[in-house]
């Protein structure tokens, strides 16, 4: 989820980068429950290009409020994250 909202920003979406609203439209098709939800990152994450760009911070923000929306509650400790490109 982390790699994911950090390579893929709001305003990502054109004909070769996916952003975060393409990409969480995908993670949560056919998804039913907060577990099927937090196993599909990866497999959208592999399956759609993403524009490796911006900081981590200023992505993960949607991501967060994303998931609030949906009522799917994720905490993320941006000094414990390692990015390795």
């Given at each position: 989820m982390t790699d994911t909202a950090m390579n893929a920003g709001m305003e990502d979406d054109d004909s070769h980068d996916c952003g975060?609203?393409?990409?969480?439209?995908?993670?949560?098709?056919?998804?039913?429950?907060?577990?099927?939800?937090?196993?599909?990152?990866?497999?959208?994450?592999?399956?759609y290009p993403t524009n490796n760009s911006g900081d981590m911070e200023s992505r993960m923000d949607p991501w967060q409020n994303l998931l609030n929306d949906h009522e799917w509650y994720m905490h993320m400790d941006l000094s414990e994250y390692c990015y390795i490109p």
């Amino acid at each position: 989820m982390t790699d994911t909202a950090m390579n893929a920003g709001m305003e990502d979406d054109d004909s070769h980068d996916c952003g975060v609203n393409h990409l969480f439209r995908n993670v949560i098709a056919n998804t039913e429950n907060d577990g099927d939800f937090l196993d599909r990152p990866l497999e959208i994450r592999l399956q759609y290009p993403t524009n490796n760009s911006g900081d981590m911070e200023s992505r993960m923000d949607p991501w967060q409020n994303l998931l609030n929306d949906h009522e799917w509650y994720m905490h993320m400790d941006l000094s414990e994250y390692c990015y390795i490109p």
